[in-house]
């Protein structure tokens, strides 16, 4: 499988106040690649620069150095004003916070997707609502996101990227902001609709266990400067259980494994 | 591998030329709102539009004579002793009000409806029973000056945090010490916003108050040199009246800022 | 007050309707009172107010007044309002203009327009559009600051997730900036329009040939305490009406809102 996304020697610092020192590096000679179809898991500590990472993938953030290879094509940019968020549509991005738009009901905010893309026809209408379904959000298509609860808005910001069928998703803790029960729920419905479809994802994570549930591979994000510390390739085969995930071969000496790099 | 194709990005923040930029537009703009002033005048003639230099000679006079000044101590007095009154009554009703909430919601539509009453549209029946003289326009600013004070601080008591006055409670506080303490704590950003309105709001009540009745005051002088077709003194007035006004929202600025420096109080409240 | 045991929901209601009502029964009879005390030439009456508001009505004459001072107020809300709300949104990706435009802006808010009336009837005349005139600067600056705050507060992150889905500036200034501002813009409204309308008024107190201030300063002129009473009741009326078309008009817009508690506001 050819490599969609290929992250070489990628360095990030923020610019330097009036008259001081340049900040430190942040991202420092970071390089991996994603293959295509492949499901790519990041774990790394917090403050490792995890979502500095994504957003300079997803271009709203500028790269300080190193470069971003989209599908053959570098795509970096050392210009503010000349990012291109999203890179024409090439690049999803599911964030932590959902960004519903609160004024929006959840089909509303599904084919806002499609609005802005002037795809909003009834091929478009009918996927998202097979979105809907398979996410177990029907019937709550009027509903506004404050009448939501925090996993479904999730769900809600989860097929919003889907829908509109991007060939990369990024995807920044999404599960981290609920309990551990709906977040091995919605663990599961991602992997039920990564298979459907076999998209590329890089999903971040601080949580070890959802790396490895989740991911072909991991890699392991050391503490700033962040780097690649570390590369695994998950042994458990598909389709998983994630429910069960603990139980699973592999699974155990994995983790150990990770854990140990981690530090 | 070092990467050759893009160097490396150490871009400081935005510079000054912006600031300057900002600066210079400012100007740019203040002086094409002059040049429109004068022009104006030229154009439309000395009865719709005074010209400048013909509206500062104006001021000018008025200060020498010590007419400008004995205008605006006329239209402060009043708008002090308005502010005053009312203030205090402002405040203190919230309080009162606090000890019984069956009496605030008793109250409370009867004071909104009654502050949709254009207070100025009193000013005239006042007259009947006062005269032309300071009363008419005491009231009103009174009025005015109270509803602000009134709802501000209403707003402000109703925003102290419950649980802060449950707590106090439980400990065995006294009311009059929940209302001292906590209440009046977290009150103080509302209610310095609110002086901090009421005050112009009098002094241009008073203002206003003065076109409709008077024999003193900045008011007086714009509306009597109206009706003499005197437009230059009508601009002279103008002016005068909103120098007075910018310069008491200064102040009270400044007072705030000086007051709040010692003072713990977190946020400053926008209404 | 804390310790007695509390009464059923229903019956808490129905004391409170009692209470109001109550309240404004007393004030009604003391009104009354003092009608009997010192003479109808001073304070009207109840009864006698009620009456001329009524007779007014029928005739037409005080509807016809207070048509006038709602035409100028409306017209002056609507050729304010537009521009307040667009600039702030044009001008969102220029922060260089707006920070140019912002001490004058500040100025004309903090400036008492009320006190330009006479200027304005200098170079409008004592018709309608002098009223008008005053009510656009009054309404502007308000709804101007609102909207600005609105446009301020607007989360970037709704931006750029905006942006992600591959949307246009026009696109997002449409569905996004505006949609996020509406709460802000409407809050803006809701104190700039009863404001308008009190400038009208105010304005035909001063000088007019038509309108509720002009029948206040008739009534007065005439010594007729009852009539300036039944105009400043109408008055009264429409600015209570433009309060509650505005709080209406909020629930229904903002029914995405999650329920946000909100506390008088101040007024004219």
Not at chain 1, 234 to 251: C, E, Q, S, T, Y
Request: positive net charge; without cysteine.
């Amino acid at each position: 499988m050819t490599a969609l996304l290929e992250i070489r020697k990628l360095g990030k610092r923020f610019p330097a106040r009036h008259g001081r020192e340049p900040s430190p590096w942040v991202i420092q000679d970071l390089s991996f690649s994603v293959a295509e179809g492949e499901l790519l898991t990041i774990v790394g500590p917090s403050g490792a620069g995890k979502s500095t990472l994504l957003n300079i993938i997803a271009q709203t953030d500028t790269a300080s150095a190193g470069e971003i290879i989209v599908d053959g094509v570098p795509v970096t940019t050392r210009d503010p004003r000349a990012l291109k968020p999203g890179i024409d549509r090439r690049i999803g991005y599911v964030t932590q916070d959902d960004n519903l738009l609160p004024w929006r009901s959840t089909l509303d905010n599904v084919l806002f997707a499609l609005e802005v893309q002037d795809r909003l026809d009834d091929t478009g209408r009918a996927r998202a609502q097979a979105l809907i379904e398979a996410v177990g959000l029907a019937g709550f298509e009027r509903y506004y996101p404050h009448e939501l609860s925090g996993g479904m808005r999730k769900r809600t910001a989860l097929i919003r990227t889907l829908v509109y069928d991007p060939p990369v998703i990024l995807m920044d803790e999404p599960f981290a902001a609920v309990d551990a029960q709906t977040r091995t729920q919605l663990q599961a419905d991602l992997l039920r609709l990564w298979e459907m479809g076999r998209k590329t994802i890089v999903f971040v994570t601080h949580d070890i266990t959802e790396a490895i549930a989740l991911g072909d591979r991991a890699l392991v994000l050391s503490k700033q400067p962040s780097r690649i510390a570390a590369e695994h390739i998950i042994p458990i085969p598909r389709p998983r259980n994630v429910k069960d995930i603990f139980a699973l071969p592999g699974f155990a000496a994995t983790y150990e494994k990770i854990r140990a790099d981690v530090q | 591998m070092t990467d050759a194709t893009l160097p490396i990005d150490d871009a400081a923040e935005p510079a000054a030329s912006r600031k300057w930029l900002v600066y210079g537009g400012r100007v740019a703009l203040a002086l094409a709102l002059l040049a429109g002033w004068e022009y104006g005048a030229r154009a439309l003639g000395p009865l719709f539009f005074a010209p400048p230099l013909a509206t500062a000679e104006r001021v000018w006079t008025l200060a020498v004579s010590g007419q400008m000044f004995a205008d605006i101590a006329a239209t402060l007095r009043v708008a002090v002793a308005g502010f005053a009154i009312a203030g205090v009554a402002g405040v203190l009703l919230p309080f009162l009000l606090r000890r019984s909430p069956r009496a605030t919601e008793a109250v409370e539509p009867t004071v909104m409806f009654t502050m949709g009453i254009p207070k100025y549209a009193l000013a005239p029946w006042l007259i009947l029973w006062f005269g032309i003289g300071d009363m008419p326009k005491l009231v009103v600013v009174a009025l005015v000056v109270f509803y602000i004070v009134f709802i501000t601080t209403f707003a402000g008591i109703r925003g102290v945090d419950r649980r802060l006055i449950s707590m106090a409670r439980v400990l065995g506080a006294r009311e009059r010490t929940i209302s001292r303490e906590i209440i009046w704590t977290s009150l103080l950003p509302f209610f310095f916003t609110g002086l901090k309105i009421a005050f112009p709001r009098a002094v241009s009540a008073t203002i206003v108050g003065e076109f409709l009745v008077s024999t003193q005051g900045v008011g007086r002088y714009i509306e009597g040199a109206r009706q003499v077709s005197d437009t230059t003194g009508v601009f002279a007035g103008v002016l005068i009246a909103l120098a007075l006004v910018l310069i008491i929202n200064a102040l009270v600025n400044a007072i705030e800022a000086w007051a709040l420096r010692w003072r713990p109080v977190e946020r400053e409240m926008e209404l | 007050m804390t310790d007695t045991p509390a009464p059923a929901v229903g019956a808490i209601r129905w004391r409170r309707l009692l209470d109001r009502v109550l309240v404004v029964a007393v004030i009604l009879a003391l009104w009354q009172l003092a009608s009997w005390h010192v003479g109808i030439y001073w304070v009207s009456s109840p009864w006698g107010v009620t009456a001329r508001f009524a007779e007014m009505t029928a005739s037409g004459e005080l509807i016809r007044h207070a048509g006038y001072t709602l035409a100028e107020a409306a017209a002056g809300t609507l050729i304010a309002g537009v521009p307040a709300v667009l600039l702030p949104l044009i001008l969102r990706r220029h922060p260089v203009l707006v920070a140019i435009l912002d001490p004058f802006m500040i100025g004309g808010y903090g400036a008492p327009k009320l006190a330009f009336a006479p200027l304005f009837i200098v170079w409008f005349g004592i018709g309608m559009e002098s009223k008008i005139a005053l009510v656009v600067s009054v309404v502007f600056f308000i709804v101007y600051f609102a909207t600005l705050n609105g446009v301020r507060a607007l989360d970037p992150k709704l931006v750029q997730t905006a942006q992600i889905l591959g949307a246009s500036e026009r696109r997002i200034a449409r569905h996004i900036v505006l949609p996020a501002a509406v709460p802000s813009i409407f809050a803006g409204f809701r104190i700039a329009v009863p404001y308008g309308i009190a400038a009208a008024v105010i304005a035909e107190l001063i000088s007019a040939n038509r309108g509720l201030g002009f029948l206040v300063q008739t009534g007065a002129t005439n010594f007729d305490t009852t009539g300036v009473f039944a105009a400043i009741a109408m008055a009264t009326l429409l600015v209570q009406a433009a309060i509650w078309l505005m709080n209406a008009l909020e629930r229904a817009l903002l029914r995405w809102r999650p329920p946000v508690d909100a506390w008088m506001e101040t007024g004219p």
